[in-house]
T-cell receptor, first 114, second 112 residues
Framework: DTAVSQTPKYLVTQMGNDKSIKCEQN?????MYWYKQDSKKFLKIMFS???????INETVPNRFSPKSPDKAHLNLHINSLELGDSAVYFC?????????????FGPGTRLTVL | LAKTTQPISMDSYEGQEVNITCSHN???????ITWYQQFPSQGPRFIIQ???TKVTNEVASLFIPADRKSSTLSLPRVSLSDTAVYYC?????????????FGAGTILRVKS
């Protein structure tokens, strides 16, 4: 069984479109995250949810809206896609929000905006 | 948040021991040091974590001096499959969540 899964794995779309990426974890963790990895391989945290509540919201355009229907799911919706949104997006989860807890990452979603 | 500095890349040969050092001069008292490994087209994967002194698991060792301003990941007898990017992170419990900051990472290339 995959611990953290994301769909889709690849997403190619036109500028201006709205798209969603889904994430699910079956580890029973309380905390989930979204990261963005750009072409230079820098991995930056975007959001973090703990038990369906937003606890970290980095400086991310408000076109990005995370939604957590339950603590096992954290979806990412992106409105009005721009060229600069092209990147690999990783979902992750951890037992709770403490720094000593291991984060488990999904396989990533490669988003290409044309 | 403690910023980390690692070498951009390292080359090694199969069977050698590889040591990757990370500097984190402004590490906070409650920060842990964690290393992740990332293969191409995959998400980062936890390797090892420590707070002070030495930690060893089945894949690596982590050496942390008393002042905790640096740490060294040691990979014994590397193989071709250890070619990956290695990230050093520092982070601790924060009131508003576990905010891990990834640096640029170290690209390790293992040659035969």
């Amino acid at each position: 069984d995959t611990a953290v899964s994301q769909t889709p794995k690849y997403l190619v779309t036109q500028m201006g479109n709205d798209k969603s990426i889904k994430c699910e974890q079956n580890l029973g963790h309380d905390t989930m995250y979204w990261y963005k990895q750009d072409s230079k391989k820098f991995l930056k945290i975007m959001f973090s949810y703990n038990n369906k509540e937003l606890i970290i919201n980095e400086t991310v355009p408000n076109r990005f809206s995370p939604k957590s229907p339950d603590k096992a799911h954290l979806n990412l919706h992106i409105n009005s896609l721009e060229l600069g949104d092209s990147a690999v997006y990783f979902c992750a989860s951890s037992e709770d929000g403490q720094g000593k807890n291991t984060q488990y990452f999904g396989p990533g979603t490669r988003l290409t905006v044309l | 948040l403690a910023k980390t500095t690692q070498p951009i890349s390292m080359d090694s040969y199969e069977g050698q021991e590889v040591n990757i050092t990370c500097s984190h001069n402004n590490i906070a008292t409650n920060d842990y040091i964690t290393w992740y490994q990332q293969f191409p087209s995959q998400g980062p994967r936890f390797i090892i974590q420590g707070y002070k002194t030495k930690v060893t698991n089945e894949v690596a060792s982590l050496f942390i001096p008393a002042d905790r301003k640096s740490s060294t990941l040691s990979l014994p007898r590397v193989s071709l499959s250890d070619t990956a990017v290695y990230y050093c992170l520092v982070g601790g419990y924060m009131e508003y969540g576990n905010k891990l900051v990834f640096g640029a990472g170290t690209i390790l290339r293992v040659k035969s």
